[in-house]
């Protein structure tokens, strides 16, 4: 089955700065990459997605970008700001209506 | 985008009694949803899959005898921890999405503490 590694598992950096998130994946079936952001005692909200027909995705100070040959997908987050602060979680899917797979988690902190 | 919602979001109850956690898509169809556990920092743990109309996919380890699994319509599914213990004390999180749809929208979560 596929297996999702997520590193780092704790992240700070100074607010303004840029935050990179990244994981690999091991099922070259996934095809769809979504990235969650989960603040403490919420449910996971999806900030970003990426489909692997395509390379890279931004919205706003937020991209992904997808290398399908390695395997490995990267959240970037410019500007960084205190109220980015949470957990970011990616996952891995092969087709539609399955389950995902997730990443272990990242506990990102901005420092104001 | 799309709404889930889960009910309640916090509930207390007492060793042995039976707890039931609603998931809703509140604008959208799901024929499948799915559950989720979540211990403090970690990651989420798939319990197991909601098929509407049907009999419910548990991941290995999860009994199902213990976790009933409904979900009798295309916007509701529930969850049941029947003859609940302290170590079933977790943050329980379904998600859902729209046919034909990759993406999975989360509830809020519900905080289960068994006393």
């Known amino acids: 089955g596929e297996n999702v590694e997520q590193h780092p598992s704790t992240l700070s950096v100074q607010e303004g700065d840029s935050a990179v998130i990244k994981c690999t994946y091991s099922?070259?079936?996934?095809?769809?990459f979504p990235w969650y952001k989960q603040e403490l005692g919420k449910g996971p909200q999806l900030i970003i997605d990426i489909r692997s027909n395509v390379g890279e995705k931004k919205d706003q100070r937020i991209a992904v970008t997808l290398n399908k040959t390695a395997k490995h997908f990267s959240l970037h987050i410019t500007e960084t700001q205190p109220e980015d602060s949470a957990v970011y979680f990616c996952a891995a899917s092969p087709n539609t209506g399955n389950q995902f797979y997730f990443g272990t988690g990242t506990s990102l902190t901005v420092i104001p | 985008g799309a709404v889930v919602s889960q009910h309640p979001s916090r509930v207390i109850c007492k060793s042995g009694t039976s707890v039931k956690i609603e998931c809703r898509s509140l604008d959208f169809q799901a024929t499948t949803m799915f559950w989720y556990r979540q211990f403090p920092k970690k990651s989420l743990m798939l319990m197991a899959t909601?098929?509407?109309?049907?009999?419910?996919?548990?991941e290995q380890g999860v009994e199902k005898d213990k976790f009933l699994i409904n979900h009798a319509s295309l916007t509701l599914s529930t969850l049941t921890v029947t003859s609940a213990h302290p170590e079933d004390s977790s943050f329980y999180i379904c998600s859902a999405g729209d046919r034909g749809s990759e993406t999975q929208y989360f509830g809020p979560g519900t905080r289960l503490l068994v006393l």
């Open positions: 909601s098929n509407e109309g049907s009999k419910a996919t548990y």
């Open positions: 099922d070259s079936a996934s095809n769809y």
